[in-house]
């Protein structure tokens, strides 16, 4: 029986674990499986370029995962029930279970309207590509209504700033409010500050600072200090939330519902499942929780494919880095900040602004697009066999040893379960 691999979501973190479990694990003794409630992998580093008007590219998971061996089944997951090892999901054919003996939880995050009243029926917002498109609709019917077509951006992160700036430097014609809740910038450094204050001047934009949100209407936006903000559309942008699916199945959850991890990704309450991405609460390299970033699911992917990977195959796991060293942040097609952060998540003094940080950005991005879409480029062609339960301490202490110089730390898993017989491996090769 072979060992069954699912995988939750199909973005950034789902996608490179699936495509590199794919190549890394033999066919002959693992089945991976993908399941995501669309049919396209999207761009969420995009999704603002796509809101303002840009055509921003969607591949086909089919054409994505195909000649992997990966099967991907579109559909929504609705439960995880990780006692018995299943996942509901429901689709256009009514939906059904799939058993799982691996399970990689990377549903992600969707937009949080904080229980602001009205935010969630009258607000758009950037986080999903049917969102995007609902405000590009929107955006499209504002031009000639003067105040009545302000566009109001409520959220002064790395979303809300690149998106009052797209929207603004894309649509010339519609007046762009940016609302921030502190000083503008302030997780930056000082030059960086200014950087952004002059992007937002020269783009027209009118930032609101030290500025509380109550309550979203249709057509205006209510501040805590009685301001009345005329919007003909409202973008929230003002944070990120999880889904309650992993808390509902009894799964160790953070206050904010992420998946308590170990430092291999995997949940520490129910060893078969890992998370990884947004939806994975993981001490970064810092003593911090990585921050909901496109980076930490880059980094979280990696540390769970070397978990899975060496417990399947009984070799050493390897300790990837866990860390956050920048932002980047897009202001326009044509200018950018490039902000270092030092080991406490705080702003370095210098920064890198202009066409240079746009560049790099676009170039992250499309680096980003290309690695998803090429799954198993790069990795070894050597396929591995599982094992049995991992208890070669000398060929672990080989390969720690051989890895000496190369930057990773290997180390044993004291924890490891012993393998159910659905579980037990062919000879490895």
Known sequence: MKHRIVILGAGYAGAYVAGTLARRLSPADTGITVVNAVPDFVQRMRLHQLAAGQDIEAP??????????????VARVTAVEPERRVVAVADADGGGE???????????SHGADHAVPGAAEHAFDVAARPSALRLRERLDTLSGRGEGGRVVVVGDGLTGVETATEIAESR??????????????????????????????????????????????ATRVLCAD???????????????????????GGLEVAGNGQIVV????????????????????????????????????????RQAVEAIVGRLTGCAIANTRLVYTYNHISLGRRDGILQMVDDEGQAKPTYTGGRTAARVKAGIVRMSLWATSHPTFGMPRRRRRLAAAPDAT????????????????????????????????????
């Not at 078969?272 to 970033?293: K, Q």
């Open 226 to 248: 009685g301001t009345a903000l005329a919007s003909g559309a409202t973008v929230w942008t003002a944070g990120f939330a999880v889904g309650p699916i992993a808390a509902a």
């Open 394 to 429: 000398t060929e672990k202490a080989g390969r720690a040893g051989k890895a000496g110089g190369s930057g990773i730390r290997y180390v044993r898993d004291p924890q490891e379960p012993a393998r159910a017989e659905s579980e037990t491996p062919l000879t490895r090769r």
């Open 60 to 73: 086909k998971l089919a054409d994505v995962f195909a000649g992997t061996g990966i099967r991907l089944r």
């Open 172 to 217: 010339p014609g519609l007046p762009v409010t940016l609302v921030a809740r502190g000083e503008l910038g302030a997780r930056l450094s000082a030059g960086a500050r200014g950087h952004l204050r002059r992007a937002c001047d020269r783009l027209g934009i009118t930032v609101l600072e030290h500025t509380a949100v109550e309550a979203v209407e």
């Open 262 to 301: 170990d430092r291999t990704m995997r949940s520490v309450s129910h060893p078969d499942v890992y998370a990884v991405g947004d939806s994975a609460y993981a001490i970064g390299d810092n003593g911090r929780p990585l921050p909901m970033s496109c980076a930490s699911a880059g980094y979280t992917g």
């Open 98 to 108: 799939l058993g799982y003996d691996t399970l990689v939880y990377a549903l992600g």
